[in-house]
């Protein structure tokens, strides 16, 4: 590993976390948490939490156990190099792929809502050429980056459901029923795809500084994004109703054209809304393309200028990928596939090599006991 200055401390790695984790899912989330839980929707989040907590925690006990490692380095270590060459595969892909869908949704978003005669190309591209700009400079920027950015984040992703209460009908919100559990465990799958990002840490905690508090910078981070979530689907079940959810493309975006009021100091919000939401959506492609980027320059064992040219070469067919679903329907479909993918990238392959790597740790220290027992 090239020699790197670790200065990212415990409150840049938690607004890495939040920033990677809150993106375009905010705000599609009250629907998709509602299809099957209906006015319980938020106890799924729940359920996807606990998932992302053991995930989590698999990782920081990586990251303190190769302090100064990324995964690229520490992947085939644990695993061996062909397994472990396989699994840094698997994650530079998803990341790519992952960062070009959520680049696609935003252009979306942004063509349906606010302007309707920009052609789609142009607000991707827009958006990819300021990740690739982030992408030419040394990783320190991305820190920097995210915690200038991440005030802009929380306050109207707080500040907005808690308004909407105004117009609540709290009725909305009975019975507090369960008709299956099995909808609540599915739930809970379903929606955990909202919360991915956080598998970012296994690259950026290998530049913690010396006494950075990992532990505390993960579990504050998805702490965080859990209450904004759970703000947000139950504002919009409350003002809508989960039946009113489910046609709707972008509820939360219809959350805040409910809650402008005359004689505001702005009446309408969602312009605002919407354009604090691009700096929010710039970080979380930005961390996960960076992380691609980064990760294959790791991997290759190049320098700052291979990281360039491979961030600009990527991006053309990157930009094809995002192009190929023809409507908002193929979209959510190709999406669904990417989750089915993210299990494998975001938890098991992170609790696989926490277990792998504890087994050893016990298995070493065995060795090194009966050693010592034999040598007295």
Partial sequence: MENQQRNFGTWQLTSITINSMIGVGLLSIPRTSTVLLHQMGWLGLLVGVLVVFVAVAAIVYLGNQFSGLTC???????????????????????QLFNAGMVARLFGEVIVTSVLSNTP???IVVTLLLLV???????????????????PFLLLPAVLIPLVSFMNAEWNNLLPLHVESWKHVVKAGLDTYSVFTGYELLLVYFAFSIPGARLGMASITGVSVVFVVY???????????????????VWPSLELVKVTQRE????????????AIWVSTVFTSIGN???ATVFSLRRWLRKGIRFQRISAIVILGPLFYLILVPQNIVELFAFS?????????VTIIIPVLLAITQFIRNKMNKREAENKEQGGT
Avoid: D
């Fill in 72 to 94: 690229v380095e520490f992947m085939p270590q644990i695993f061996g190099a062909v397994p472990g060459g396989v699994c840094v595969f698997l994650f530079i892909l998803y």
């Fill in 120 to 122: 789609l190309e142009a």
């Fill in 132 to 150: 690739v700009f982030l992408c030419c400079h040394e990783i320190e920027a991305v820190a920097r980056v995210n915690e200038l950015l991440i």
């Fill in 230 to 248: 759970v703000i947000t689907v139950i504002a919009g079940i409350a003002v809508f109703g989960y039946e009113e959810l489910q046609r709707m």
């Fill in 263 to 274: 004689g505001w100091f702005l009446e309408r919000f969602e312009s605002a809304y919407l």
């Fill in 288 to 290: 996960m393309f960076y």
């Fill in 336 to 344: 669904k596939l990417l989750i089915k993918m993210g299990y494998i």
